[in-house]
């Protein structure tokens, strides 16, 4: 009984954009000229994940709209990957495969987690001039936000629709679900230690 519940739960109703409401922070349409992307997943050695994807997607909107004049990634090797470059690398690679020249573009190539994403970060980023932002997916940006400001740092939070979008698609709804798991379970982790 439980699990047919779980499974029309998932399946059929807006569960998951109910629960990416809970974790994500506010929405704006003011694009900060300075603009961190942080790293998301991988789907393979040297091959970006979903949400890598569509964060850099935007970010290469941003740029061509003329929103942004600095784009810094983030991302190091992935731990499940150790052969591979690490993630900001290919980030970087994708937005100069889509025009944006190389000095527009700098890199964090150490960290693995949200909370490094921004230490490491925060030194390239605090070198530009401007008003300062950092790009991320709906369902994470909520607890970037929340390390962000633990940090003290006032960075505008450019969250883009990666839930929203693949939650129209039926075979990602389990996969959603258990990402949005995953999401809740660094919010009391990230809670626990301190870090938000």
Not at 83 to 99: C, I, K, Q, T, V
Request: aromatic share 12%; charged share 20%; glycine share 8%.
């Amino acid at each position: 009984m439980t699990f047919s519940l779980c499974f029309l739960l998932v399946t059929c109703t807006p569960i998951e954009i109910a629960w990416t409401s809970l974790l994500e922070s506010r929405w704006t349409q003011d694009i900060p000229p300075v603009l961190l992307i942080l790293g998301g997943d991988q789907q393979a050695p040297g091959l970006l994940g979903f949400s890598s994807y569509i964060r850099l997607n935007y970010a290469v909107r941003f740029w061509r709209q003329g929103k942004v004049r600095f784009l810094v990634v983030s991302g190091g090797v992935q731990r499940d990957y150790g052969d591979s470059p690490p993630l900001a690398r290919e980030m970087r690679d994708f937005l100069l495969g889509h025009g944006i020249p190389a000095s527009a573009i700098l890199t964090e190539e150490g960290s693995g987690t949200t909370l490094e994403n921004f230490r490491m970060s925060r030194p390239v980023m605090e070198k530009l001039a401007g008003d300062k932002g950092f790009l991320t997916s709906d369902y994470h940006s909520g607890r970037a936000l929340r390390v962000s400001e633990r940090m003290g740092l006032h960075w505008r939070p450019v969250p883009v629709p990666d839930v929203r979008k693949r939650w129209t698609i039926w075979a990602q709804r389990w996969p959603l679900a258990f990402e949005l798991s995953k999401e809740t379970a660094k919010w009391v982790w990230y809670a626990v230690h301190g870090w938000i």
